[in-house]
Antibody
Framework: QVQLQESGPGLVKSSGTLSLTCAVTGDSIVSTNWWSWVRQPPGKGLEWIGEIYHSGKTNYNPSLRSRAIISVDKSKNHFSLNLDSVTAADTAVYYC??????????????WGQGALVTVSS | DIQMTQSPSSLSASVGDRVTITCRANHSISSYLNWYQQKPGKAPTLLIYVASRFQSGVPSRFSGSGSGTDFTLTISSLQPEDFATYYCQQSYITPYTFGQGTKVEMK
């Protein structure tokens, strides 16, 4: 059974850096899957942040204006998210998810339980 | 970015009702459309992928259809555990985008 678990500080100061890690169990980070980060501000909808392949190739949501960096650690079977210059608008529950798929078609499954990160002034 | 628009944003229904949620893309996305269910305080879970394929373990009362720009999620007979928020998501091109969600509430 594949499981993902987010971890990291729940409180980050404004203008600082948000750092989260997603530990993967039950699957290898070097499998044929991509791995994604998604966030959800309190009471709002879902926003895709970006994705990474084990080779290090990444794709990001331009809405984050290059503040996001996603990396992978094959030795620890986990991937990480760093988001710079955070503001209150970055307060959200952050989810990591696996992207299975075939022939370029993909979906998000499973998801981690989510990590609430609050940006404080 | 491809914009995904769901309708309605919310609906009230009773157990046993047939519920239909629509999702429209502002650009053709072929069948690159997925549906998720989210209950309060929980992570989303995958219901339907590639527009109409069932995720393992999802009850058969859920079904998906559509291609191109117009898609539908149908719950044939609403059950108490189905009261939740539903999101569509396109995976045709990055940035992947979600609909704004449809909250299914008890009438």
């Amino acid at each position: 059974q594949v499981q993902l678990q987010e971890s990291g500080p729940g409180l980050v100061k404004s203008s600082g850096t948000l750092s989260l890690t997603c530990a993967v169990t039950g699957d290898s980070i070097v499998s044929t899957n991509w791995w994604s980060w998604v966030r959800q501000p309190p009471g709002k909808g879902l926003e895709w942040i970006g994705e990474i392949y084990h080779s290090g190739k990444t794709n990001y949501n331009p809405s984050l204006r290059s503040r996001a960096i996603i990396s992978v650690d094959k030795s620890k079977n986990h991937f990480s998210l760093n988001l710079d210059s955070v503001t209150a608008a970055d307060t959200a529950v952050y989810y990591c998810a696996r992207e299975p798929g075939f022939s370029g078609i993909t979906w998000l499954d499973p998801w981690g339980q989510g990590a609430l990160v609050t940006v404080s002034s | 970015d491809i914009q995904m628009t769901q309708s309605p944003s919310s609906l009230s229904a009773s157990v046993g009702d047939r519920v239909t949620i629509t999702c429209r893309a502002n650009h053709s996305i072929s069948s690159y459309l997925n549906w998720y269910q989210q209950k309060p305080g929980k992570a989303p879970t995958l219901l339907i992928y590639v527009a109409s394929r069932f995720q393992s373990g999802v009850p058969s009362r859920f079904s998906g259809s559509g291609s191109g720009t117009d898609f539908t999620l149908t719950i044939s007979s609403l059950q108490p555990e189905d009261f939740a928020t539903y999101y569509c998501q396109q995976s045709y091109i990055t940035p992947y985008t979600f609909g704004q969600g449809t909250k299914v509430e008890m009438k």
